[in-house]
């Protein structure tokens, strides 16, 4: 199970410098991925899911972003790379994948021009051999007929073929590590499982690690091995699969598990709904950042914050080991 | 390796080479149903071929005076009838013509190299963006005839200056359509994509986004075209531009406005050429426009 540690980001701070002043939007996150194993990443919209991702492979604008921290890759730290060493590893060791696959195509090259684009900027190879790996990449991915595929435009495809094609683009290189930024979030039901059976499919093969940003709960069950839960920019929980989901500790965690809606449940009955809003991050709460929407609250968790506690389980919550029990409560507490 | 050669050789090159067939076809087809861009093009190619074969198609020099022959009105002999000092018009008003699409082409070129490298750089770079916007504002503050004719007042009124004022005073409205454009395809996820790849900032600039700035480029560039074409006639009939005895359509214009009353065709003939230059230019970027821009191509339909 233990394979060597691909990545490790360790107190990663991703401080956006605004016109209001310096706003923290990833405030010390911390995880590892190792090849093979695919890591969940789960928060609400604006939780900083994204922004982590962005900053491992230093995509913001370098101008009003500031990191702090280190991302280890390899016994490099990303965060000290000049720009001309951090485009070696783009696309070459570490790859990513974007949410909307329509937008993410330039729309006045074929499929293969792009793929063969990605192929040709990180290895030394000819048009023609770099077509014929670019057929082969659309093969993989399972598009049908790939050798006149390659020559369509993007609008002649739809959706989860273009998503194919970013995939293609994404793993042109045999990456080390693929960064799925919500890669199902605009594809319908069957095409997602597809898609992420694709994934699953591809990191066995290339022995990939994968991190895999969403918001879909289900979607994290099903192929993840690992799961970090993110709430306003920091980590809170963070456990493997299949602890997290029959033993979360965080309030927040529960809630959000709470509020899927079950197959078997009662329909009568109204879903959770973790109360609140996300807070803005200019303001951001005193203490626990999620104490103001939880049910457990005491004055401990508004007066400081608690630290991100534990070994295989980490937690960051001062009630960890009573909201267990508490667990059963919430349910009764909702039923009204 | 056998599989990898047919790969990479037949089977490869005939789909790739059908597909293209058929995108031709189409292209051809929707240019030929454009009722506009059809009629743009034929009015200016015919005028691109009159100013090619000019020499060939008169019998006369457009310097040639025969004095005795002064202002006669159009006839076989000189099918637009001659000039004040007994040239004839119609080798003036071709060679003006050619003239108006030199210096028209000219212009449309090198604002078009100018416009589209200002326009990148400073889509891409905020700090550049600053900078070369403020100095366009500077240039659009001006009205452009009377820059230009500051320009050539202070170079020397010949075809190459008035080539370089107005390309100077076109190459503003260019960059800003280029950079407008830029800005719009640089917010785009393939752009972030690509850069997540591994791309570079030049290549992303030269073979991404210029690409993708393309037809509004065009569509612009025609206009640039046209409006070069009437600012230059404007030049010379203000004597800024072409100096005489060269023929243009502005200053024969000019010639012809003494003598209005008694000799139509010397102001008809130059004034009918620039009006057919402009209105054909105008209606080849109108069409472009409609046939790139895939928005108004469905409200008409």
């Not at chain 1, 094609?165 to 997602?192: F, G, H, N, R, S």
Request: charged letters at 20%.
């Amino acid at each position: 199970m233990q394979k060597e540690c691909l990545l490790e980001v360790s107190g990663l701070k991703t401080t956006f410098l605004t016109e209001n002043g310096p706003v923290t939007v990833v405030n010390g996150v911390s995880f590892q991925v190792s090849a093979g194993e695919t890591l969940g990443v789960v928060g609400e919209s604006g939780c900083g899911k994204s922004v982590t991702s962005e900053s491992i492979l230093r995509l913001l604008n370098e101008k009003t972003t500031r990191y702090e921290g280190e991302i280890n890759y390899k016994n490099r730290n990303l965060l000290s790379l000049t720009e001309e060493e951090m485009r070696s590893i783009r696309g070459n060791e570490i790859s990513m994948i974007f949410q909307d696959p329509m937008t993410s195509l330039n729309p006045v090259y074929t499929i293969g021009d792009q793929i063969a684009e990605t192929i040709m900027i990180h290895q030394k190879v000819g048009k023609k051999a770099a077509f014929a790996k670019a057929v082969e990449m659309l093969r993989l991915t399972g598009i049908p007929s790939p050798e006149k595929r390659v020559h369509e435009y993007p609008h002649e495809l739809s959706g989860g073929m273009r998503q194919r094609v970013m995939i293609a683009i994404a793993l042109a290189c045999q990456p080390k590590l693929l960064v799925a930024d919500e890669p199902t979030t605009a594809l319908d039901v069957t095409i997602q499982t597809q898609i992420l059976d694709l994934i699953q499919d591809l990191k066995q093969q290339l022995d990939m690690g994968v991190i895999l940003i969403t918001h879909d709960l289900g979607v994290v069950a099903e192929v993840c091995t690992r799961v970090v839960v993110m709430y306003l920019g920091e980590v809170v929980e963070e456990a493997g699969v299949e602890e997290l989901f029959e033993n979360p500790l965080h309030p927040y965690t529960q809630g959000l598990l709470q509020s899927v809606p079950q197959l078997d449940g009662d329909r009568s009955k109204k879903l959770y709904v973790i109360k609140g809003a996300v807070p803005s991050l200019t303001n951001v709460p005193k203490g626990c950042r999620f104490a103001p929407r939880c049910n457990y609250a005491t004055d401990l968790c508004r007066q400081s914050e608690p630290e991100l506690m534990g070994n295989r389980h980490k937690v960051r919550c001062w009630h960890a080991d009573t909201n267990l029990q508490k667990e059963g409560e919430l349910y009764v507490a909702d039923g009204s | 390796m056998d599989a990898k050669t047919v790969l990479e050789g037949t089977y490869f090159s005939d789909s790739r080479k059908e597909l293209q067939k058929e995108r031709r076809s189409l292209l051809i087809r929707r240019f030929l149903s454009n009722r506009m861009l059809l009629t743009g093009s034929v009015i200016t190619v015919l005028l691109g071929i009159i100013a090619l074969l000019a020499p060939f198609l008169t019998s006369y020099t457009p310097l040639e005076m025969q004095m005795v022959k002064r202002l006669q009105a159009p006839s076989l002999e000189h099918w637009f009838g001659t000039d004040n000092f007994g040239r004839d018009l119609f080798s003036r008003v071709v060679h003006g013509t050619r003239v108006s699409m030199a210096v028209g082409i000219s212009v449309a070129f090198i604002t078009m190299i100018t416009g589209t490298v200002i326009g990148l750089y400073s889509a891409y770079y905020k700090f550049l963006d600053h900078i070369l916007m403020r100095i366009c504002d500077g240039l659009m503050a001006f009205p452009g005839i009377l820059l230009a004719i500051a320009l050539t007042a202070a170079l020397g009124s010949n075809m190459i200056n008035v080539i370089i004022a107005l390309s100077i005073i076109s190459t503003p409205t260019i960059a800003r359509v280029v950079r407008s454009a830029a800005i719009v395809v640089k917010e785009q996820v393939y752009i972030e994509a690509l850069r997540a790849q591994g791309a570079s900032a030049s290549r992303i600039i030269w073979y991404h986004m210029a690409p993708n700035t393309v037809s509004p480029l065009i569509i612009q560039i025609t206009f640039v075209f046209a409006v070069s074409v009437l600012i230059e006639a404007a030049l010379s009939f203000l004597g800024a531009g072409i100096a005489p005895p060269n023929p243009s359509l502005g200053n024969i214009l000019y010639d012809g406005k003494v003598v209005i009353f008694s000799a139509w065709w010397m102001t008809v003939f130059p004034g009918l050429f620039i009006l057919l230059s402009v209105l054909g230019l105008n209606l080849f970027g109108d069409g472009l426009r409609d046939m790139l821009d895939p928005h108004t191509n469905k409200a008409k339909k």
